[in-house]
Each structure stands twice: as structure tokens, then as C-alpha cells.
């Protein structure tokens, strides 16, 4: 039995011109994933401080209130992720390690 490894070296051949692109798309990854984790980070930081206020609230609580804070927190910490310095941050140290 002949095993045919001619794709397999083709493939080994031709990743080296390609390392500058797949860097490129794994720092863009990267940097994805710093904004994502910002923005979780942000999430948990309005809920503390959202749920603060529930104690001593002017009005009366309903059953989707609970439902809209969490989707306002969601809008807020994406829309604030990037800008909080942590997300650059990390990924420097974590493009470093690498």
C-alpha cells in the first residue's frame, strides 16, 4: 500500500509566505476577543451597580424589569467596550506572550 503525502507537503511548503497574513487575522482575533472580555467585564460592573439601586427605587418593580436592565447593561457595556483601556491592555500582554 502507497500512501500519497504530495497535498501534505504542498501544504507545508506554502504556509511560510502566508505567516505574515495569518498573523495579521489572529491579532485581529485577538483584539476581538480583549473587547469581547471588556465588555463582559463592563456587564458585571452596571449589574453591581444597577441592582444597588433596587433597594431604595421610586417605583414599583414589574416582572420585566429585571428582563430590560439586563438588556440596557448588555447595550451599555458593548457600546463602552474598547474605550476602558483594559481591553488594549490585555492585549498587549497576551501579543507578547505569543
Known amino acids: 500500500m502507497q500512501v500519497d503525502n504530495s497535498i501534505a507537503l504542498l501544504n507545508t ?5 502566508f505567516a505574515g497574513a495569518h498573523s495579521q487575522s489572529s ?4 483584539k476581538e476577543q480583549t473587547d469581547k472580555f471588556e ?4 456587564k458585571q460592573v452596571l449589574d453591581i451597580a444597577m441592582n444597588s439601586e433596587e433597594e431604595n427605587g421610586l417605583f414599583e418593580k414589574d416582572a420585566g424589569d429585571k428582563i430590560y436592565k439586563s438588556m440596557y447593561n448588555d447595550t451599555m457595556s458593548s457600546a463602552l ?3 476602558l483601556g483594559l481591553s488594549e491592555m ?3 500582554y497576551l501579543k507578547e506572550g505569543r
Open 13 to 17: 511548503n506554502y504556509q511560510t509566505p
Open 27 to 30: 491579532d485581529t482575533l485577538l
Open 39 to 42: 465588555a463582559f467585564f463592563l
Open 81 to 83: 467596550s474598547g474605550g
Open 90 to 92: 490585555l492585549f498587549n
